[in-house]
């Protein structure tokens, strides 16, 4: 059964803490991607990484960065949680773009208060 | 951006009833795919639509994609309450990295 994990399901961070939200894929795939969700807005591309230390700026960038250092992980790192980083953030993986159309499989998601 | 537009945001309906979802844009998508997100999960895959006009089946549920691969539908037939959850269109936009554009969701709520 193929399986996208993240590290938390719940967190609570302090204004100003650094933040890692881990992400980790067993399916060996290529492209892994950071959204956040949140009412109303849908799913918003953070970060995406189409291979190994390989990185793309998604729509909402900002206050954000990512590490790749293996296929299987992608990380995002808050360097300075703000309150308007409180968000649910799913993680998914998918083969490239360049094989067909295919299926982003989604982790449960982090659920990230910032107080 | 490619922006993509959900609509009802929300529906309530009887056990029985049919509903339609629909999803729209002004911008063409290389394809579009329908997810099904419940409390507490990542969305998971429902459908993927290529070709412009392109209709799908599943069980109940039907998936058509424009003519113009500008919009699509979600049609449930006879809903049940298993069928509650958040619906989210992903649009394939046409930059070459692959990357999907997301409508905001709508909350389908099936009551007994």
């Known amino acids: 059964d193929v399986k996208v994990t993240q590290s938390s399901r719940y967190l609570v961070k302090r204004t100003g803490e650094k933040v890692f939200l881990e992400c980790v894929q067993d399916?060996?795939?290529?492209?892994m991607f950071w959204y956040r969700q949140d009412p109303g807005l849908g799913l918003r591309l953070i970060y995406f990484s189409y291979d190994v230390k390989m990185k793309e700026k998604g729509d909402i960038p900002e206050g954000y960065s990512v590490s790749r250092e293996k296929k299987e992980r992608f990380s995002l790192i808050l360097e300075s949680a703000s309150t308007n980083q409180t968000s649910m953030y799913l993680c998914?993986?998918?083969?490239?773009?360049?094989?067909?159309?295919?299926?982003?499989?989604f982790g449960p998601g982090t659920r990230l208060t910032v107080l | 951006t490619q922006l993509l537009e959900q609509s009802p945001q929300f529906l309530s309906i009887q056990e029985g009833e049919n509903l339609t979802v629909y999803c729209n844009s002004s911008?063409?998508?290389?394809?579009l795919q329908w997810y099904r997100q419940e409390p507490g999960e990542g969305p998971v895959l429902l459908v993927t639509v290529v070709t412009g006009g392109e209709v799908k089946k599943l069980k109940r549920l039907t998936f058509q994609f424009g003519d113009a691969r500008k919009d699509s539908s979600l049609h449930i037939t006879a809903a049940q309450p298993g069928d509650t959850g958040l619906y989210l269109c992903a649009g394939l936009t046409t930059d070459s990295w692959g990357k999907f554009q997301f409508g905001a969701g709508t909350q389908v709520v099936v009551t007994p």
């Open positions: 998914a993986s998918r083969v490239p773009y360049s094989r067909g159309h295919n299926e982003q499989f």
């Open positions: 399916m060996d795939h290529e492209n």
């Open positions: 911008s063409v998508f290389s394809s």
